[in-house]
T-cell receptor, first 112, second 118 residues
Framework: KQEVTQIPAALSVPEGENLVLNCSFT??????LQWFRQDPGKGLTSLLL?????REQTSGRLNASLDKSSGRSTLYIAASQPGDSATYLC???????????FGSGTQLTVLP | DGGITQSPKYLFRKEGQNVTLSCEQN?????MYWYRQDPGQGLRLIYY???????QKGDIAEGYSVSREKKESFPLTVTSAQKNPTAFYLC?????????????????FGPGTRLTVL
């Protein structure tokens, strides 16, 4: 059964800092991995989707990488801003689960 | 404006009462999903539907029911059999990929409904 873990649960950084959010998964036979952003009391906004054949995806200041052999994905945020403060969730789809399995998220606070 | 709408935003339920949460999408997506989110936790799948008049149970379907009479609509009923229904409920949709798979495609989410039991 696929399990997805995100550590740390919470992270605070000063504005302007580059940062990395971590996501690990137990079943390396994944089809894709998706990163989401969730603001308090809101739905999820899809940030990046990495297919199993890809190593990374980029969108603006965001870069997501995927290493299936080590069971890890990272979300890199460059030049962080207070507006980046939110909870970031990763979710993986694997052949065994055939559904999105979510991590519990990392709550990011960017301090002005 | 294409997207997914959920209503109501807040819902209060009395003990023993059934309530229905609405989810509508105008993205022409084939598949729709319902998830439950509890504080500090990730999302858990309740039900999903790949096509009209068909739906499948997810990991936590007990105490819930759904219908899919129209492609754009996937309402969720929280029945009195659900013992701990207080949670944030999220609806999502995705396209079906060539070859029939759909879970492997990007999922888009609605704004959510917060259900509280009084």
């Amino acid at each position: 059964k696929q399990e997805v873990t995100q550590i740390p649960a919470a992270l605070s950084v000063p504005e302007g800092e580059n940062l990395v959010l971590n996501c690990s998964f137990t079943d390396s036979a994944i089809y894709n991995l998706q990163w989401f952003r969730q603001d308090p009391g809101k739905g999820l906004t899809s940030l990046l989707l990495i297919q199993s054949s890809q190593r990374e995806q980029t969108s603006g200041r965001l870069n997501a990488s995927l290493d299936k052999s080590s069971g890890r994905s990272t979300l890199y945020i460059a030049a962080s801003q207070p507006g980046d403060s939110a909870t970031y969730l990763c979710a993986a789809i694997s052949g065994s689960a055939r559904q999105l399995t979510f991590g519990s998220g990392t709550q990011l606070t960017v301090l002005p | 404006d294409g997207g997914i709408t959920q209503s109501p935003k807040y819902l209060f339920r009395k003990e023993g009462q059934n309530v229905t949460l609405s989810c509508e999408q105008n993205l022409n997506h084939d598949a729709m999903y319902w998830y439950r989110q509890d504080p500090g936790q990730g999302l858990r799948l309740i039900y999903y539907s790949q096509i009209v008049n068909d739906f499948q149970k997810g990991d936590i379907a007990e105490g819930y029911s759904v219908s899919r009479e129209k492609k754009e609509s996937f309402p969720l009923t929280v029945t009195s059999a659900q013992k701990n229904p207080t949670a944030f409920y999220l609806c999502a949709s995705s396209l079906r990929l060539a070859g029939g798979s759909f879970f492997y495609n990007e999922q888009f989410f609605g704004p959510g409904t917060r259900l509280t039991v009084l």
